[in-house]
């Protein structure tokens, strides 16, 4: 099953390895040094494109970590995640 992270990108669920809402996770000294160096390292993959971000999700991807900014809420992609009717 896929999973719709906005902007019509997905991923496959099997690879996310976690959900975090943006603002609530970035206050922290850790993540914000977590979430630079994903940057440095160009994993991170921006699909709010010209969209507010709104969480981020942690994917591993053959055996390489990879960061999806997106401009969807983390609960919005919680349900999606845990709903077993839904289809994309």
Do not use: W
């Amino acid at each position: 099953m896929f999973l719709h992270l906005g902007s019509d990108v997905c991923v496959s669920l099997k690879e996310v390895v976690a959900i975090f809402d943006l603002e609530s996770t970035s206050m922290s000294k850790r993540t914000r040094e977590f979430l630079e160096a994903s940057q440095k390292s160009g994993a991170v993959i921006d699909v709010s494109r010209f969209d507010l971000p709104k969480s981020y999700i942690l994917c591993e991807e053959n055996k390489k970590t990879k960061l999806y900014i997106s401009p969807l809420s983390a609960s919005t992609i919680l349900k999606r995640a845990n709903d077993k009717d839904y289809k994309f």
